[in-house]
């Protein structure tokens, strides 16, 4: 977990490091798995009454599998955030975290969850040109082509002849 203490602040920016572990409480239901610890690098500046901002990146890897092809991967995100954290809850700011005014405590862990959220993608491929499975017969088309054929194909047709031609021959 990541706390700052606000009263710090008085004497500047807060420079915070620190590191969320992946199985940590605040990302139960957050929708994805991670396979590294959250790296988190940034800096708190007071920014008003109740307002603070804190700018700085996360970075991570999150546990997924290929759409296509269901090979697991991981997926690096490392999303730049520049967050508000306020005091006023009925603010403008949609987006900003809420504190509470008698904080002296400043966590970060939920601007983490709901940054990683924005950024995780919602399904991944593990390259660009993965086949996936035949659609018929579930053969991983990655290794190679399955004995099914597209009926409209005209190369198969083609080949098809060819192999009659030679059967033909051959009997
Ligand atoms: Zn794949
Ligand atoms: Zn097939």
């Given at each position: 977990m990541l706390r700052v203490?606000?009263?710090?602040?008085d004497e500047g920016p807060i420079e915070t490091e620190g590191v969320v572990a992946a199985?940590?409480?605040?990302?139960?239901?957050?929708?994805f798995v991670l396979a590294e610890p959250v790296e988190v690098r940034g800096r708190l500046t007071a920014s008003g009454p109740g307002r603070y901002y804190w700018h700085g990146t996360l970075r991570t890897d999150v546990a997924a599998s290929c759409r296509r092809c269901l090979a697991d991967l991981r997926v690096e995100v490392a999303p730049q955030v520049r967050a508000l954290f306020t005091e006023?809850?009925?603010?403008?700011?949609?987006?900003a975290y809420v504190v509470s005014p008698d904080a002296v405590e400043l966590d970060l862990g939920e601007m983490v969850r709901e940054e990683l959220i924005l950024v995780v993608p919602p399904f991944v491929v593990c390259r660009d040109d993965c086949r996936g499975f035949c659609p018929r017969c579930g053969k991983d088309l990655n290794e190679g082509p399955c004995e099914?054929?597209?009926?409209?194909?005209p190369r198969w047709a083609k080949l098809e002849a060819l192999k009659q031609q030679r059967s033909d021959e051959g009997s």
């Open positions: 203490d606000l009263r710090a602040l199985d940590d409480p605040i990302f139960v239901d957050a929708g006023d809850a009925s603010g403008d700011d949609a987006a099914c054929r597209p009926e409209a194909d």
